[in-house]
């Protein structure tokens, strides 16, 4: 492949306004807590980082809660490596198995290491093959400890993705979502204008001090 032969030299493609994806990314010696991102598919471990953000809001872990760190989770996974896989037209091997998750000391996901390898896949399969290979376990495993529906977590992914793919493609179409998020978000006339929408309420308001998600929110009024 002509061009950036690793995921780390891609880096060069976020500067400026596009620090903050680049920060996202971890290479290299890391003080913070590095956690393999499968570990996150056992309860037990789970809970150990979800308790741990439980205490930044001086509550018990609950399932609002875990909306709201699998949205810090998502951002973490899904803005660089699609950016990434966008800007250098080639998908990312991101799948669970073989990143890892940088966390905060209060178990927040923070930042994402990966592998030093590109995938065979174009760029235009970048979204299908980060849905199956590392959003749909980690969905599975945050529905199955938490009790929440599957749907919220599908619309909080969905969020991040459809921003992420609206920011860095030339198309001027909406991005097409793969299957388990396509009606996750929808667009509705408010004061003349169209906005983003999301299908099911992701009930982060329910924890102290955290506002809504604005317009996002189903049910806005």
């Known amino acids: 492949m002509n061009g950036p032969r690793t995921p780390e030299d891609l880096l060069s493609y976020l500067p400026g306004e596009l620090e903050p994806?680049?920060?996202?990314?971890?290479?290299?010696?890391?003080?913070?807590?590095v956690v393999p991102s499968a570990q996150l598919l056992n309860g037990d471990a789970l809970k150990i980082y979800i308790t741990r953000f439980a205490r930044r809001f001086?509550?018990?872990?609950?399932?609002?809660?875990?909306?709201?760190?699998?949205?810090?989770?998502?951002?973490?996974?899904?803005?660089?490596?699609?950016?990434?896989?966008?800007?250098?037209?080639?998908a990312l091997e991101?799948?669970?198995?073989?990143t890892?998750?940088?966390?905060?000391?209060?178990?927040?996901?923070?930042a994402l290491r990966l592998p030093s390898a590109f995938a065979t896949e174009s760029g235009e399969n970048a979204a299908s093959l980060l849905t199956s290979t590392h959003l749909a376990p980690i969905i599975e495993a945050?529905?199955?400890?938490?009790g929440l529906s599957r749907k919220v977590f599908w619309g909080n992914a969905a969020h991040y993705l459809e921003w992420t793919m609206g920011r860095f493609s030339s198309e001027t179409t909406r991005p097409q979502l793969p299957g388990p998020m396509t009606d996750a978000l929808r667009y509705v006339e408010?004061?003349?204008?169209?906005?983003r929408r999301r299908k099911v309420c992701c009930?982060?308001?329910?924890v102290p001090c955290v506002e809504s998600c604005g317009s996002l929110c189903p049910e806005r009024k």
């Open 203 to 206: 009930l982060r308001d329910r």
């Open 21 to 33: 994806i680049r920060a996202r990314l971890s290479y290299g010696a890391e003080r913070r807590l």
């Open 100 to 110: 890892v998750i940088v966390l905060d000391r209060d178990g927040e996901p923070v």
């Open 94 to 98: 991101a799948d669970i198995e073989s």
């Open 142 to 146: 945050l529905a199955g400890w938490s």
């Open 58 to 90: 001086d509550i018990e872990p609950n399932r609002y809660l875990v909306s709201l760190w699998s949205q810090k989770y998502f951002a973490t996974v899904i803005i660089p490596v699609m950016a990434l896989a966008m800007m250098g037209g080639r």
């Open 190 to 195: 408010e004061d003349g204008k169209s906005v």
